[in-house]
C-alpha cells in the first residue's frame, strides 16, 4: 500500500465530489472523474477537501465516496483524503477507515479558535497521537478561519509530530515562508513536503521557492502538472509562459463565493462531471457570469492554439 512519506511531487489534484441532479451522491460518476484525472497526469488525488464539499457530506456518504475513490485508483497513484472535523474522534474514525482501504494518508486543517502558538502546538501533537501510523498532511489556511502558522512554529509541529509529512501550503503571503521552511532545513531541521494550494494561483513562483508542488483543483489540472514538469527540467520561462495563458481562467476561479460553482460548471463542460451540481450552501450562477465563463474559455482555447499553431 502507498503511503505519504513527504517526497510526493507533481499534482496531487484536490477532487470534485460528483452529485447527481437532484443532489444525490453520485458514485457511478465517482469513477469517470477518477480516470479524467489520471488521464491528465496528475501524480494523485486528494478528496473531501473543501472544494470536495466534504462539510455537506454525512459520515456515510464521506465513506462511501473515499471507497469508491480508492477502489477505482486501486494503487496507481496515493489518494489523500481529507478528514477534518471538530474533535479527535470522528477525525481518528475516518483516518482508520480509509487507510484501511488504501488511503496514502489524510489531511486535516487546526481549528481556527486555537489561540497562542503553544495551543496549536498542543492540538496538533493531540492529532498525531491519535492518529498513530496514519501519515497526515496539516492544512495551513489562514484565509480561510485556520490559526495562523508561523514557519518556526511549523518546525517545532514537525518536531513533536513524527507523523505529519507534509504542509499544504495556502497562506497568503506566502512566498517568503516557503523559503523560510527551507532554510530551516538546510540548517538541520526535519524536512516537511510542501504542497500548495489557493487554485496554484502562484504555482511557479512557489515551485521556484523549494515547493514540491501543488495540492489544489483548477479545472485544467494539466497545465499545473506541465508547469511542475517543466520546473523541475529547468525550463522556467516555458512554465511561467504557459502558466500566463491560463491566468484570467484561474484568478476568476479564485474568486470566495462563486469559485466552486464555476469550476464544477468547467469541469461539467469538459466532460469529468456528469452533472455540475454544488450543494447548497453555493453561490448561483447569473446569466452575466456564465457568459464570462464562456468567454474566458473561448480565449483561451484560442491562445493555446495559436501557441501550438
Not at 211 to 227: I, S
Not at 257 to 279: D, T
Not at 286 to 297: G, K, P, S
Request: aromatic share 6%.
Amino acid at each position: 500500500m502507498t503511503v505519504l512519506t513527504g517526497r510526493e511531487t507533481g499534482v496531487l489534484v484536490i477532487a470534485a465530489t460528483p452529485f447527481d441532479v437532484t443532489g444525490a451522491l453520485d458514485l457511478g460518476a465517482t469513477d469517470r472523474l477518477v480516470e479524467w484525472y489520471l488521464e491528465r497526469g496528475v501524480s494523485g488525488l486528494t478528496i473531501l477537501g473543501q472544494m470536495g464539499e466534504a462539510a455537506k457530506l454525512t459520515v456515510e456518504e464521506q465513506l462511501a465516496f473515499g471507497r469508491r475513490v480508492l477502489a477505482r485508483v486501486a494503487g496507481r497513484v496515493p489518494v489523500v483524503v481529507g478528514a477534518t472535523a471538530p474533535g479527535f474522534a470522528s477525525i481518528a474514525a475516518l483516518a482508520r477507515a480509509v487507510a484501511d482501504a488504501g488511503a496514502a494518508g489524510v489531511m486535516v486543517a487546526p481549528p481556527g479558535n486555537l489561540r497562542g502558538d503553544d495551543s496549536v502546538l498542543s492540538w496538533c501533537w493531540e492529532l498525531d497521537r491519535v492518529l498513530e501510523d496514519v501519515p497526515w498532511v496539516l492544512q495551513d489556511f489562514p484565509l480561510a478561519g485556520g490559526p495562523p502558522l508561523s514557519a518556526a512554529l511549523l518546525r517545532r509541529i514537525a518536531e513533536a509530530c513524527p507523523a505529519l509529512v507534509t504542509v499544504k501550503h495556502e497562506d497568503w503571503p506566502g512566498l517568503d515562508k516557503i523559503s523560510e521552511l527551507r532554510a530551516q532545513e538546510r540548517e538541520g531541521a526535519r524536512r516537511l513536503g510542501i504542497l500548495v494550494g489557493n487554485g496554484g494561483l502562484f504555482l511557479p513562483l512557489e515551485l521556484l521557492r523549494g515547493a514540491d508542488g501543488a495540492m489544489t483543483g483548477f479545472a485544467f489540472p494539466e497545465m499545473l502538472v506541465d508547469v511542475c514538469r517543466l520546473v523541475a527540467e529547468g525550463r522556467e520561462e516555458a512554465a511561467f509562459d504557459l502558466f500566463d495563458i491560463y491566468l484570467p481562467l484561474l484568478r476568476y476561479e479564485q474568486q470566495p463565493g462563486i469559485g466552486l460553482v464555476v469550476r464544477k460548471l468547467i469541469l461539467h463542460r469538459r466532460g469529468a462531471l456528469a452533472c455540475p451540481f454544488v450543494r447548497a450552501p453555493a453561490a448561483k450562477l447569473t446569466q452575466e457570469t456564465r457568459a464570462e465563463v464562456d468567454r474566458l474559455l473561448t480565449r483561451l482555447e484560442r491562445r493555446l492554439a495559436a501557441t501550438h499553431g
